[in-house]
C-alpha cells in the first residue's frame, strides 16, 4: 500500500504503483473529474508513519546523515528505532 498526501495525486504515481502490485491510498485534489478510490481510514495510519520518522531525526545523526555509506545510515536508522521503542516501553512499565 502506499499512503501519500494530496500533492503525490497523480494518474502516473497511481499506475506505477499498480505495476508494482501496491494500492495507492491518496486524497483526490479538488480539480480531479473522474472519482478515485480513497480510504481515510487507512489514511490514518500516514500519520503514525510520520510521527514515528520526526521522532528517530531527533537523532542528529540521522536528521543530518552524516554516514557515506547507505548500510551505516540504515544501521543507526534501525538503532534509533529500538531505542526509540525501548522508551517507550519504559515509559508503559512506569
Known sequence: MLLADRGY???WI???AMNKGAWAN?????????P???SPYLYR?????ERFFNRIKQC???AT????LAGNYLAFV?????????????????
Open 36 to 38: 478515485i478510490g480513497f
Open 78 to 94: 534501525q538503532l534509533a528505532s529500538i531505542r526509540r521503542w525501548l522508551a517507550a516501553r519504559y515509559d508503559a512499565m512506569l
Open 14 to 16: 497511481r499506475e506505477f
Open 45 to 49: 495510519a500516514r500519520n503514525q508513519v
Open 65 to 68: 546523515r552524516y554516514d557515506r
Open 26 to 34: 491518496i486524497p483526490p485534489k479538488s480539480n480531479r473529474g473522474d
Open 60 to 62: 542528529r545523526r540521522v
Open 9 to 11: 495525486d497523480a494518474d
